[in-house]
T-cell receptor, first 115, second 111 residues
Framework: KAGVTQTPRYLIKTRGQQVTLSCSPI?????VSWYQQTPGQGLQFLFE???????NKGNFPGRFSGRQFSNSRSEMNVSTLELGDSALYLC??????????????FGPGTRLTVT | GQQLNQSPQSMFIQEGEDVSMNCTSS?????WLWYKQDPGEGPVLLIA?????ELTSNGRLTAQFGITRKDSFLNISASIPSDVGIYFC???????????FGKGITLSVRP
């Protein structure tokens, strides 16, 4: 079974631009979560989607948004990029919330550099 | 909010040694997950724990779900160079809660 895939793997953008990152979960997984990882802050939770609905949200400004499609694929968008948005953005999928044995699997991440 | 504490931030061991790391919280969790992350890659799930007191092994790795449900432990036996990486613990509280991560421990193995 293929793992979580994320595209693109690397991205360089200029301050003020906007960016869209894509995530395809493991086949059959309906829950997708997004995280921002930086050396100083570790893994910061952005949001979680299940069945096209946002279920949980972290403490990020409104410039960060996401959505999930009917096939469970998810995208996250960052508008008006700032230098501090440079990070590894990780997507993770799980079967569904509330399952007895919860497991979350990560993709390889998208390395975003804002110049 | 819920927080997971992992310390120290870095550990240095000799190849062949065993190493233990723990993860503590003031909150109760129903699930504990342990991950390893290599540079430039996403975290890889190593072990999942679902019941207080549960002890689970995956090769040279053994993890335990603390009796109080507020902590978990990971042990790596007979370390090898490829054990180098960042080890994260993560805990899940009630249904519809989000997974909470520790800040990770960077493990270095000296040959």
């Amino acid at each position: 079974k293929a793992g979580v895939t994320q595209t693109p793997r690397y991205l360089i953008k200029t301050r003020g631009q906007q960016v869209t990152l894509s995530c395809s979960p493991i086949s059959g997984h309906r829950s997708v979560s997004w995280y921002q990882q930086t050396p100083g802050q570790g893994l910061q939770f952005l949001f979680e989607y299940f069945s096209e609905t946002q279920r949980n949200k972290g403490n990020f400004p409104g410039r960060f948004s996401g959505r999930q499609f009917s096939n469970s694929r998810s995208e996250m968008n960052v508008s008006t990029l700032e230098l501090g948005d440079s990070a590894l953005y990780l997507c993770a999928s799980s079967l569904y919330q509330g399952m007895t044995k919860y497991e979350q699997y990560f993709g390889p991440g998208t390395r975003l550099t804002v110049t | 909010g819920q927080q997971l504490n992992q310390s120290p931030q870095s550990m240095f061991i000799q190849e062949g040694e065993d190493v233990s790391m723990n993860c503590t919280s003031s909150s109760i969790f129903n699930t504990w997950l342990w991950y390893k992350q290599d540079p430039g890659e996403g975290p890889v799930l190593l072990i999942a724990l679902y019941k207080a007191g549960e002890l689970t092994s995956n090769g040279r790795l053994t993890a335990q779900f603390g009796i109080t449900r507020k902590d978990s432990f990971l042990n790596i036996s007979a370390s090898i160079p490829s054990d180098v990486g960042i080890y994260f613990c993560a805990g899940l509280g009630g249904a519809n809660s989000k997974l909470t991560f520790g800040k990770g421990i960077t493990l270095s193995v000296r040959p």
